[in-house]
């Protein structure tokens, strides 16, 4: 159906026209008529599925209609999503969706400086798209107030509960007015996102466009049978060799459990002559920008990332989706090769299983009701294990720690405040307050 049908005013559909957008997708024909007319809304749906678009595109055109103005350190719609990733892109689509109507749009998000932050809401913007922790900075020091939010966005929901931010998705929903339009998108709905649904919405429409932890129709999955110790060396051999008939590897992106897992994955790479990038939550924000947009432009054609860029991650042209590790949540990995077969592209996803992770890949196949075809391993195999076992000793490596540790921010010792706590004085008086999100 094209975008013209669907109620949507001039300036939105000559915004669509400039990136070449002319047919919607199901979610956006279900929920774009929807929006338009005021109503909350319930969204199930995969990572991929035109999300963004659907909610951004009826918001716009509800804010033009209203004819106003944000007033000084206020928005009137905010978007919350769980990373900063997904925050940009979310952003990026907005001002693409908005260059017509003249929304200010604005993120803000951990990793930045607060400083800047402040300084682009002090005018007051139409669009804010936030993570939680930094907004409620920013509440709680008085340099924003919520209370001319007009529509509210909770997108990947479940996510944000994986993260940890349910109480602070609780603070942020009594600070904005309870006369508002509420939009909540979430890849799966288990129980307690259905609870916190029921919480935050009014008499929502429900859009689903695919059943709740399926998996993308045009990814083509795989599973090799590999020990832990010999993984590297199978994921070498299929860069270098390509997998078997199922297309060139032209942009890989391959998932790990932990952070110093996907730096092992990196040097490992290297002393193999594979130049490949890392993305976590341990990468500063101007490093994560670089690596992605590295990966995004074909300047690196590998990005090893944890579940950090498991979703809303719009890369076109993800030719494969390599898991190394298997996630130990099987919704995980949905949301993981979600990251190939975009734009109605096809996609090839491979998972590395070790003995101690069966129990993992039965648990997916159970969740997406498919039987994963094995690939065996190479011809070759052992010698090119034997190689990258001799190489190993050569690249330090960090112990491994449980996934749950290891994604959690390391605690200071008492007293120190920072990397160079020791070489630098401090001068300003009382503690300086961090900054979540």
């Avoid at 900063?84 to 400086?113: D, N």
């Avoid at 936030?130 to 709680?140: C, K, M, Q, S, Y």
């Avoid at 952070?259 to 002559?273: E, I, P, T, Y």
């Avoid at 290891?406 to 630098?424: F, L, N, W």
């Amino acid at each position: 159906m094209s975008f013209q049908t669907l109620g949507l005013s001039q300036p939105v559909l000559q915004a669509l026209a400039a990136k070449n957008y002319s047919q919607a997708t199901p979610i956006q024909i279900q929920a774009i008529p929807t929006l338009l007319k005021g109503r909350d809304l319930l969204g199930i749906a995969q990572t991929g599925t035109g999300k963004t678009a659907a909610f951004m595109l009826p918001s716009i055109d509800r804010l033009r209609a209203t004819n106003q103005r944000a007033g000084p350190r206020a928005c009137r719609m905010l978007v919350l999503a769980p990373t900063r990733e997904l925050a940009s892109q979310i952003a990026e689509s907005a001002r693409a969706y908005g260059q017509f109507s003249q929304m200010r749009v604005a993120t803000v998000f951990g990793g930045t400086s607060i400083g800047k932050n402040r300084q682009d809401v002090a005018r007051g913007v139409d669009v804010l798209v936030a993570t939680p922790g930094r907004l409620i900075d920013l509440v709680e020091q008085g340099y924003l107030t919520l209370r001319e939010v007009e529509i509210l966005v909770l997108d990947e929901a479940d996510q944000m509960l994986d993260l940890g931010f349910i109480h602070a998705l609780k603070q942020i929903v009594k600070m904005v007015p309870a006369k508002r339009q509420t939009l909540f998108f979430s890849a799966t709905m288990p129980k307690a996102i259905s609870e916190l649904a029921s919480r935050f919405l009014t008499d929502p429409a429900e859009v689903r466009v695919a059943p709740a932890a399926t998996t993308a129709e045009r990814v083509n999955q795989y599973v090799s049978f590999v020990s832990q110790a010999e993984k590297q060396a199978l994921l070498t051999m299929m860069i270098r060799l390509g997998f078997s008939e199922k297309g060139s590897m032209e942009r890989v992106l391959v998932f790990t459990r932990t952070k110093h897992g996907a730096d092992r994955v990196v040097k490992l790479l290297a002393a193999s002559g594979i130049a490949a990038n890392a993305i976590h939550g341990n990468k500063s924000q101007p490093q994560r920008e670089r690596a992605l947009a590295a990966f995004k432009s074909g300047e690196i054609r590998i990005l090893v990332a944890t579940d950090i860029a498991a979703r809303g991650i719009d890369v076109s042209g993800v030719s494969h989706v390599i898991n190394f590790e298997l996630p130990n949540v099987a919704e995980q990995y949905v949301h993981r090769i979600g990251r190939t077969a975009r734009a109605g592209a096809t996609g090839a996803a491979v998972a590395f299983c070790a003995e101690d992770e069966r129990a993992y890949l039965r648990d997916i196949e159970k969740l997406t009701r498919q039987k994963i075809e094995v690939v065996p391993l190479p011809a070759n195999f052992a010698a090119e294990a034997a190689r990258i076992k001799a190489i190993r000793p050569a690249v330090p490596l960090r112990e491994e720690r449980s996934p749950r540790q290891d994604e959690r921010r390391p605690r200071r010792p008492h007293g120190q405040r920072g990397r160079y706590a020791s070489a630098v004085k401090p001068t300003g008086g009382g503690r300086r307050r961090a900054s979540r999100g």
